[in-house]
Each structure stands twice: as C-alpha cells, then as structure tokens.
C-alpha cells in the first residue's frame, strides 16, 4: 500500500497557475502509475491526468490537455501536477491516487491522498 499526501492548491485568478504536489510512502512507489482527479461539489470525481511507473507514458483529459502537466520523481516518491491557465471551471478538489496500471477510470485506483482544494476566481 501506499499513503498520499496533497498539497499547493490555493486561491487563483483565472488564466494562473499552481503546482500541486503529491508526496507517498512506502518503498514501492515507482511500482505504480500515479494519476490526478478533482471532485467539483455536487459532480463526479473524473479524471484530469495519469502518469506510468517511469514517467514515460502521460494521458490527459480533453478538459486540461495543453494547459496542464503531470511529472512524477521516483526518487522523491512524489507525483506533480502543473496547472496553466487555469479557468473557473477547474476549481474543484484535486485528489492524487495510485493504481498498478495507466487507468482512467476511478475504479482502478486502489490509494487516496485526503485532496486539496483548487479555486479559481474569474
């Protein structure tokens, strides 16, 4: 198992950026491919980006694709997630979350950090 830890959402103007951060436990991080969803209130948790176990493979959602970017440092058990040109309807809760493949659906990750929350103002 894996324990994560969110951080660096905060308050934004539109067209901002924030760097969110993810930080795990345990010696078998890079085991896994790690992946970013937000939950917006009263919507779906829905995917936003996922990275493969060595950082060579990289998918997006339509939603963010171009403006963000995710990176991850085995090194450092962290995961990343560079937001550009944030717009309001990015603003949700961003959840970081582990699974033993690239998956896109929810479903498929086994680990959750506790979220941290992204508002952007327009």
């Known amino acids: 198992q894996v324990q994560l830890v969110e951080s660096g959402g905060g308050l934004v103007q539109a067209g901002g950026s924030l760097r969110l951060s993810c930080a795990a436990s345990g010696r078998t991080f890079s085991w896994y491919a790690m992946g970013w969803f937000r939950q917006a209130p009263g919507k779906e948790r829905e995917f936003v980006a996922v990275?493969?176990?060595?950082?060579?493979?990289?998918y997006y959602a339509d939603s963010v694709k171009g403006r963000f970017t995710i990176s991850r440092d085995n090194a450092k058990n962290a995961v990343y997630l560079q937001m550009n040109s944030l717009k309001p309807e990015d603003t949700a809760v961003y959840y970081c979350?582990?699974?033993?493949?690239?998956?896109?659906?929810?479903?498929?990750?086994?680990?959750w950090g506790q979220g941290t929350q992204v508002t952007v103002s327009s």
């Open positions: 990275i493969s176990m060595n950082g060579a493979d990289t």
């Open positions: 979350s582990a699974a033993p493949k690239v998956a896109f659906s929810k479903d498929e990750y086994f680990s």
